[in-house]
T-cell receptor, first 110, second 114 residues
């Protein structure tokens, strides 16, 4: 069965510090992975996806098939990065239904 | 385009009542998804439409749940004989049919069962 694990429910860092939000997955097929973010009082929105290999708001994530991981990283955290972050796996083939992790609440302190 | 729209934003009802939620996807999107999110959990997939066809339903979707998308535009999710365990945030998302296009989420409908 498909599964996404985000081991940290809460993560707190100081402004300017590096941040890494962990995501591990289990999936028998070829994975397609996403990071979604939910800022306070806003809707869930896509942050980035592995297939794009892009950096959004300074965040990057690399798919490591050997370790079955898709960790989200940013070298210098900003206060506006404080939000709930969800890692998600396309587990539905062409249907593109998403399997989400439980999320990590990131707090960036001044 | 205001994105995916869901109504109502909040619904409070007594156990045993029926409730219906509406989702209006982004206009050119032919794929529509319903998810449920409970406290401390990520969204969980419920069902998926491509145009008006309901192509997949999760085992989470009991017989009391029914979803429709009659003309391939808006969708409704109905819960009959609501139970305490139905209390959750119900999220709708839509995407285009093009390869690997992301899902865009609405604000959700928060259901509280008294």
């Amino acid at each position: 069965a498909q599964r996404v694990t985000q081991p940290e429910k809460l993560l707190s860092v100081f402004k300017g510090a590096p941040v890494e939000l962990k995501c591990n997955y289990s999936y028998s097929g070829s994975p397609e992975l996403f990071w979604y973010v939910q800022y306070s009082r806003q809707r869930l929105q896509l942050l980035l996806r592995h297939i794009s290999r892009e950096s959004i708001k300074g965040f990057t994530a690399d798919l490591n098939k050997g370790e079955t991981s898709f960790h989200l990283k940013k070298p210098f955290a900003q206060e506006e990065d404080s939000a709930m972050y969800y890692c998600a796996l396309n587990s539905g083939g062409s249907n593109y239904k998403l399997t989400f992790g439980k999320g990590t609440l990131l707090t960036v302190n001044p | 385009d205001t994105g995916v729209s869901q109504n109502p934003r909040h619904k409070i009802t007594k156990r045993g009542q029926n409730v219906t939620f509406r989702c209006d996807p982004i206009s050119e999107h032919n794929r529509l998804y319903w998810y449920r999110q409970t406290l401390g959990q990520g969204p969980e997939f419920l069902t998926y439409f491509q145009n008006e066809a309901q192509l997949e339903k999760s085992r989470l979707l009991s017989d009391r749940f029914s979803a429709e998308r009659p003309k391939g535009s808006f969708s409704t999710l109905e819960i009959q004989r609501t139970e305490q365990g139905d209390s959750a945030m119900y999220l709708c998302a839509s995407s285009s049919g093009r390869y690997n296009q992301p899902q865009h989420f609405g604000d959700g409908t928060r259901l509280s069962i008294l």
